[in-house]
């Protein structure tokens, strides 16, 4: 089988690298002409709204799927009229707007933080007297890794917030004062069987995805419950097919839903050496009708490292650092690899996470 | 850094896959076309001696590496000349040649099968005599998976089997009656440290390498020292970097050395996802001198698929089972994929074996 990939950045290249072995190949498309994952298949150049280019990617692949969630709901939608798109279209459209994810969440009685949809200064006053402050103002598309977001920490800063992101639809979000930050990664096969992975406790500075932890530190059965019931939920209301992450808070023992992002995750990627088959491989067997691989793991820790990286020999010298490098160039704020270390005997995980963490700017 | 693999079939895809992570890029030169390698990187084609098509290949490369043991010694020694080449073409002469390797196992103290060069019919007939019937009557170069070989059983097999192989160097070596086929995976980097994985069981069938059972069954830590200590021998005087596979045959507790590879090697396949780091990542590490990463191992089998292989589904329909695929047209006697299985729970493995056993012809 070949597959589409849209989006050629780390995850459709740690996609592939999980899926040559199954037998497939690939193709990405990617506006970049740089992409990473070109470095590891072909990539088609070109706008995700260009249905020439779009066209040119179809030729001759047997499915589709997409690594970035801010794929235009269009370009997939065309793509579908041809052949197999996974995850379904509709679950692009829920989880690009965070006013309609939040809104789904509700509806299958999963929690959330409380949340209204803003389109004026004075409807954001009036939401910011209602949820009460502080609060988390967001453009509700198209942000990621802390971007389009604005804290409210009391009414002054209301002006401020709005003259930073208005303009655009807006959702504001009660600040929740959680005790700690997971995801449940769950993957749905064509034939609606499920699997779910260990929570991850997530661990994020300046918005941006540092450290996971999985499975979650004092995890137990019933919070993991909880978790792959409201995942099940998401995951059959969209008929979804793949891995489907959801954003988690919790507090005082429940579970509130942040955003969900229907594509495999950064939360995820100490799966690949820490789980019996990883979210790279699930998400293309999903994608691909073949069953789905087990999601049993290992105590397992996974840091980002974010724009700019010690040379592989110093993070290779930590025992039992699995180093991934995703060829992109390092700027700041950039996600330019990851290491995940697992345990290799009781106990010896955090001291070698500490021994690690020194070598990392 | 880009690294250069002379060969483009499953074990330098495989050590592509290994490699891409590290942030390596790769460059193949393989004469076939359609070399499986060639779906992940790019290829260059061309015959291993023209030397025009080696310059094309090594233009801009960091390090060349071979996945392939009959690469000329000349070619890897007109790169040698350019650029590093590892392992040293010294090995690749060493082990090219079934009369130099075995002699050189026996000039560093390292048992083997009783052998002779055979130049003519006659001396054929008195190594039969001196070295006594059965034994296995070689080609000295270019044998593999069985291919160049005659077993002689009584002295009227003599002729038929100089009819068959003469008019080539050639080796005849004594029958010996093993216990059972073991294979000593080991890896040297630039700084002469080196590392072992745990004694592979071998099982072939016509030739070919049918399973391997990781570590060993009833491996004992006396057997494991005497295999690591011919191994390092064996390295040390090659100077060699990167991974080396010596075939072994234990008899009465003791192992004879059968022959060797100077490149990654089936019989470890298994770890890619039994040991903390793979042989191919191992490889590539030494190749470009990284450290090197653990080799503890979990209880593994790795099975190859031979000329032909049920669909996907039905293998990972076998709980915990690993697939790997090659992207090559399956034909009689090919190795065109391999399934590892690990043990999940205790005792786990061998029920499972059974049932991946059922499900491949």
Redesign the interface.
Known sequence: MKVGILGGGQLG?ML??AG????L?FRFMDPAADAPAG???ECVGGAYDDLAALDRFAEGLDAVTYEFENVPVAAAKHLAAKLPVYPPPGALDAAQDRLTEKTLFNQLGIGTPPFEAVQTEAELKAAAERIGLPAVFKTRRMGYDGKGQAVLRDAADVEQAWKQLGGTPLILEGFVRFERELSILGVRAQDGATAFYPLAENHHRDGILRLSLAPAPDLTPALQAQAEALSQKVLDRLQYVGVLAIELFQVNGTLLANEMAPRVHNSGHWTIEGA?CSQFENHL?AVC???L??T?AMPSAMLNLIGSAPP??AI??V??A????Y?KDPRPGRKI?HVTLCE?APGDLAPRLEQLKKRIP
Chains 1, 2 share one sequence.
Do not use: D, T
């Open positions: 290249r592939a690298l040559y072995p199954l037998g190949r470095h590891l298949a019996a067997r009708g073949l069953p691989g087990g049993a592989p020999e290779l010298a025992p039992g699995h180093f991934h490098w060829g690899g290799q």
